[in-house]
């Protein structure tokens, strides 16, 4: 969902036709993989990438001609010829008049922080293909790409410090919706997709936020500060009985962020924006020259039955 909300973004401030332009199969080495997409208006503007830049100005062309021609088209790339990467890419073109049901679905989800689900019709008429949201417990038609979308990531920042602009600012990049607030008591409404920071950078203020997040279901709790503190704070937490001595703490991260070697406070912010986006995207923070397997990891997709013949 967070990088489709440029998207729903864009095609909402302009409120005119677009082509969307979607990755529905790949072969071997690409930059991007199924579900990436990217907006085409008939003045040349754009929103999202879906390469690495070697494929967008044919992509355009194929997406204006979309908005032309009134009707989806699809082509497969070999990018092995022309770029030296082993692999192909298949993108769909589909014209999208400004009350589309596709993003007015992404965009009324968006401001609720709910999980939903589209396909994308590649089969039958050229007319019918393209991507539609897919209500509960309605089956996808056949042969067609199914799609999770989910919430934002949200992360919230207890505490100032310097590190926290360059955090907001690489956060916001990457989409994510960033708050700042002085207690846990602050907090917005936390989910399956909110990480929270703690940096008040006084014991007993983050010692408060401690007891109250431990209790929340937080995926991802970064406590800034050395590995002395987290034990403080913790044996403070369990002699005061404010926690379990079985309660789980897979999910604090103090010190927070990855080693990555950083001194200043936008190298720590990157170090811990880094260490998020690894817990939440199911990555272990390690060099890929040394990862078995693909780069990219597993695409989020939802099976849906199949409508019978």
């Known amino acids: 969902m967070q990088e489709l909300t440029p998207l729903v973004r864009a095609f909402y401030s302009r409120r005119e036709p677009a082509a969307l332009a979607t990755v529905v199969g790949t072969r071997g080495s690409s930059y991007r993989q199924p579900g990436a997409r990217r907006l085409i208006f008939a003045d040349g503007a754009t929103a999202g990438a879906i390469t690495g830049g070697c494929l967008e100005d044919e992509i355009d062309a194929m997406g204006r001609r979309a908005l032309v021609e009134q009707t989806a088209r699809r082509e497969t790339f070999d990018l092995l010829p022309r770029f030296g990467c082993a692999g192909e890419i298949t993108i ?119 007891a109250e997040l431990l209790r929340l279901p937080v995926p991802y709790v970064g406590l800034l500060g050395p590995a002395r503190r987290r034990r403080e704070l913790i044996g403070t937490l369990l002699g005061e009985g404010l926690l379990a001595p079985d309660a789980p703490l897979g999910h604090l991260h103090g010190p927070a962020g990855l080693d990555l070697g950083v001194e200043s406070p936008a190298e720590i912010a990157l170090s811990i924006v880094a260490e998020i986006q690894a817990a939440f995207g199911g990555g272990n923070g390690g060099r890929l020259r040394e990862k078995n397997g693909g780069v990219h990891g597993r695409p989020v997709e939802l099976e849906f039955p199949k409508r019978a013949a």
Do not use: Y
């Open 92 to 210: 769909l073109c589909e014209p999208m008049v400004p009350d589309h049901v596709f993003f007015a679905r992404a965009a009324e989800e968006t401001k609720h922080r709910v999980a939903w689900h589209a396909q994308t019709i590649l089969e039958g008429p050229a007319e019918q293909q393209g991507t539609r949201p897919l209500d509960r417990g309605e089956s996808a038609a056949a042969g067609a790409r199914l799609w999770t979308f989910e919430p934002a990531l949200r992360v919230a920042l207890i505490g100032e410090g310097p590190e926290n602009a360059p955090f907001v600012a690489i956060a916001q990049t990457l989409g994510w919706e960033v708050t700042e607030v002085e207690r846990a008591d602050d907090l917005p409404a936390v989910d399956a997709r909110t990480a929270v920071v703690v940096k008040a950078r006084k014991f007993g203020r983050d010692l408060a936020a401690l």
